[in-house]
């Protein structure tokens, strides 16, 4: 039997697509190893986003090669784009899959490497089944490419490409993970917000798509990964406002909150889009999670512009952010822009973002101490017979229960703050809706009074 592992770095669409790699191997007859096992084969389906993913893609590809000498190490994704785009080899790899053919990589080495095809088809290996627990949360890439080219990113050079998938393969793809036992899907794209623009869709736009797969009986959560600002339509809100299917979680990446920084940035809305969209949202959509990510260190910002950043965060008051220094890219109008800030600066101001925005966690979480939500339950039981999940707003959840909970639905009340979310007690498995309909917060008054009780 030829084994073959993989392993992805980078983004939801990075994992989906590995996961759907990972079915073609299978069904040609390959072993699916973990990756640290000896393999004939490594996949790394790498990622470009900043100089660390790369060097992170490269350290991985050499691992791989020391690891079993007799192997041939596969290379793909935005990095194995950007070696093409740059002309650069990986003299570890005894093959490169362009990012923009990943898909057909099973068939870029059947026809590289004719030994292994030979062996492929002599021995071909049983399919293997997944587990109870690895089926919670299902991400299901819907639409690729980017057109935004925001100066800073990369995507626009190895994700060229937009397009939509059809409607209704993603449908029927989603039908298919409901009958595996998923109760969750996380929809990805790189632009998300742009699904059906092309109508690759066949004229559904994501608000529609949301509605339908709301339809699919078994579906329990619909979670949107990340969506652009100017892409949150106000069809989009009522869609996510009015189907209890849809997660009250939203990820908004906002990257700088100061003006002159996003026109640099070339990115498409200013400051108080921002504080509008986000009031606009907390009004429609109970419980509601932003989260976000945000960019500091970018060229000219300077400590009044970091201060509009930090201006932006004490008003949304995100529910989780991850913090980013920038990182020039080869080719990208910002890797040539002056006024490049110093790294011991990027640092200082990561911190201090980082410290202000765990306050605000700490602060959706207390806002929702005593209460009871739901919890998709993940993963195998943890340290102290805990397992762990996610409520439908994103946040984390510990909780003393039984390994068989993993994969269901669950309440729990939430007891007190933990590191990275809270600890709850279990209350019921029915995971339907608590007394017929989500429970909800009236607003955000009451929230604040019973988290200064808390805080004391
Ligand atoms: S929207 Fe901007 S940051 Fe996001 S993938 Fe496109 S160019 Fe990159």
């Known amino acids: 039997m030829i084994r073959v592992a993989f392993t992805t770095l980078g983004c939801k669409v990075n994992q989906y697509e590995t996961q759907r790699i990972i079915d073609s191997f299978e069904e040609q007859g390959f072993a699916v190893v973990g990756f640290d096992e000896q393999a004939d084969l490594y996949v790394v389906n790498s990622c470009s986003v900043t100089q660390l993913a790369e060097k992170k893609s490269l350290q991985i590809v050499r691992r791989a090669a020391r690891q079993n000498p007799g192997a041939r190490v596969v290379l793909t994704g935005c990095f194995a784009q950007f070696t093409i785009l740059r002309g650069e080899r990986v003299g570890e790899a005894a093959l490169v899959v362009p990012n923009t053919d990943k898909m057909r990589t099973v068939h870029y080495v059947l026809d590289a490497f004719p030994d292994i095809r030979k062996e492929v088809q002599r021995d071909p290996a049983p399919r293997a089944l997944s587990t109870p627990y690895e089926r919670t949360r299902a991400v299901v890439k819907v639409q690729d490419?980017?057109?935004?080219?925001?100066?800073?990113c990369s995507i626009p050079f190895t994700r060229p490409r937009m397009f939509s998938r059809p409607a209704h393969e993603v449908l029927d793809e989603?039908?298919?993970?409901?009958?595996?036992?998923?109760r969750e899907v996380v929809l990805t794209g790189v632009l998300i917000g742009s699904y059906g623009a092309d109508t690759g869709?066949?004229?559904?736009?994501?608000?529609?798509?949301?509605?339908?797969?709301?339809?699919?009986?078994?579906?329990?959560?619909?979670?949107?990964?990340?969506?652009?600002?100017?892409?949150?339509?106000?069809?989009?809100?009522?869609?996510?406002?009015?189907e209890p299917k849809v997660c009250p979680h939203l990820h908004i990446p906002l990257q700088s909150g100061d003006d002159g920084i996003l026109q640099r940035m070339n990115r498409p809305y200013r400051q108080q889009d921002v504080l509008n969209l986000a009031e606009k949202l907390y009004t429609k959509i109970p419980d509601l999670a932003i989260t976000t990510d945000i960019m500091v260190g970018f060229p000219g910002e300077d400590e009044s512009a970091f201060r509009q950043t930090c201006k932006v965060v004490e008003s949304v008051q995100y529910a989780r952010a991850h913090i980013f220094r920038f990182s020039p890219r080869p080719g990208t109008p910002a890797a040539q822009m002056e006024d490049q800030v110093p790294d011991a600066e990027k640092e200082r101001r990561s911190h201090e973002l980082a410290e202000l925005c765990r306050r605000y966690r700490e602060r959706f979480v207390a806002q929702r101490l005593g209460r009871t939500l739901r919890v998709l339950v993940e993963g195998k039981q943890g340290k102290g017979g805990l397992m762990k999940g996610l409520t439908d707003n994103y946040v984390s959840v510990e909780f003393a229960g039984g390994a068989h909970l993993a994969g269901q639905l669950v309440w729990v009340r939430l007891l007190s703050l933990s590191d990275d979310g809270a600890m709850g007690e279990l209350v019921s498995t029915l995971g339907g809706h608590e007394d017929g309909r989500l429970h909800l917060l009236p607003n955000r008054a009451e929230a604040d009074t019973l988290y200064l009780r808390v805080r004391g």
């Open 145 to 152: 490419g980017c057109n935004v080219c925001c100066s800073f």
């Open 201 to 242: 869709s066949g004229g559904v736009d994501l608000a529609g798509l949301i509605q339908q797969m709301a339809r699919i009986d078994g579906l329990e959560r619909i979670r949107i990964s990340s969506i652009e600002l100017t892409q949150v339509t106000d069809r989009l809100i009522d869609v996510c406002a009015s």
């Open 174 to 182: 989603i039908r298919r993970l409901v009958d595996e036992g998923f």
